[in-house]
């Protein structure tokens, strides 16, 4: 596997990977979720040239801290050969190191029940109880910055 790199990309191109990953019901360039938020950035994970994990984060108050500086992650994609490879943690350091640097005290996101062990082992912490969407049962979870 070529080695992995971190930057922030233009949303569009983070758009199919996490459209199909998240949302396949979607048409093939549909704006997801998230996008039109003011301040979003889209950090992405590449292996050479190939875009194989992304997430979006933006400048959103957090309900159980809301008195902290907070940003919110969403629409996190790994693409599915790349699951297990380090590619979906990289782009999450790389999101929580953007979000840090724009003065975020903590990172927070709906997580869709099968990615809470993952945002757990990377040091996350849940809040409040399960609850469903129209995409499943989810939890509240975040990260101290």
Not at 107 to 120: D, I, K, N
């Amino acid at each position: 596997m070529p080695e992995l790199t971190v930057r922030v990309v233009d949303l569009a191109d983070s758009r199919e990977l996490r459209r199909s990953v998240l949302r396949p019901e979607f048409a093939p360039g549909s704006m997801l979720p998230g996008e039109d938020q003011a301040g979003t950035i889209c950090v992405a994970a590449l292996a050479g040239s190939n875009l194989v994990s992304a997430c979006l984060i933006f400048p959103e108050s957090c309900r159980w801290q809301p008195d902290r500086p907070a940003w919110r992650l969403r629409s996190m994609a790994t693409h599915p050969d790349f699951r297990g490879t380090g590619a979906g943690a990289a782009a999450l350091g790389g999101a929580t190191g953007q979000a840090r640097a724009r003065g975020a005290e903590l990172l927070w996101c709906e997580a869709r029940q099968p990615a809470v062990g993952f945002y757990l082992r990377h040091g996350w912490q849940l809040w409040g109880e399960p609850f469903e969407n129209s995409h499943g049962p989810h939890r509240f979870m975040w990260v101290e910055l």
